[in-house]
């Protein structure tokens, strides 16, 4: 049965697909279109009662929640495509650890900076130059801490690609694109080698083209 994903658009959604495109999982977009309010219809609902995407259907199966659904996967197919995790608990300690720090630390600024500069108007709400300024000194901030570990391993897990990379790929996207701030990426040695490696995989080239 392959696996449904709701509201492919979005960067949430595109960390879980890159995690199946990485295991080499079959999937099936859903589209669902925020600014039609379609996440917030009473069938939506049913599925994700908080009203966002994604949300994953696989059989009778249904999983909401990005971070959840990529170390659902890494783990039920462990030797399947790419292994994610680590092979130890160790590594896969520090894995979790990475995979934390961009949920709180910088998913967080980046997207406040990018409904701020890019849909505001589309949204209809004043821009916020104050938030926009702090979230940048934040995301500064974490960057460099960035810095320092890929001066210490070639990726954020370790030496080996994983969800630690995975799930920061969709987010600095944005901060390349659409809100124009690659300088953050670049002016970083390290930081901007390491995006170098990990935007050029297969994986996300694929759901770049989706
Ligand atoms: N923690 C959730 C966040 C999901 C999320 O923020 N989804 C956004 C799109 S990327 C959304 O549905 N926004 C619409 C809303 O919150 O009303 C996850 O990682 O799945």
Excluded at 9 to 35: Q, T, W
Excluded at 60 to 83: F, V
Excluded at 150 to 158: H, I
């Amino acid at each position: 049965m392959v696996i449904k994903v709701y509201g492919p658009a979005y960067a949430s959604s595109k960390r879980l697909m890159l995690c199946l495109a990485e295991k080499g999982i079959e999937f099936e977009p859903v589209p669902i279109d925020l600014f039609k309010g379609e996440h917030k219809t009473p069938e939506f609902l049913e599925l994700q009662p908080f009203g966002q995407v994604p949300v994953i259907q696989d059989g009778d199966y249904t999983l909401y929640e990005s971070r959840a659904i990529i170390r659902y996967y890494a783990e039920k197919y462990k030797s399947q495509g790419t292994d994610l995790l680590g092979k130890t608990m160790e590594e896969r300690g520090v894995v979790e650890q990475w995979v934390e720090i961009e949920a709180h630390n910088y998913h967080p600024p980046i997207l406040d900076m990018t409904m701020h500069i890019s849909f505001a108007s589309k949204l209809g709400f004043t821009q916020d130059e104050k938030l926009i300024n702090e979230s940048e000194e934040k995301l500064g901030k974490a960057l460099d801490i960035y810095e320092k570990r890929l001066s210490e391993s070639k990726y954020l897990g370790g030496e080996f690609f994983s969800l630690a990379d995975l799930s920061y790929i969709p987010m600095t996207e944005y901060l390349v694109g659409p809100i124009e701030k690659e300088y953050m990426i670049r002016d970083r040695k390290h930081v901007s080698i390491w995006w170098d490696e990990i935007s050029n995989r297969p994986s996300w080239k694929k759901i770049q083209q989706l």
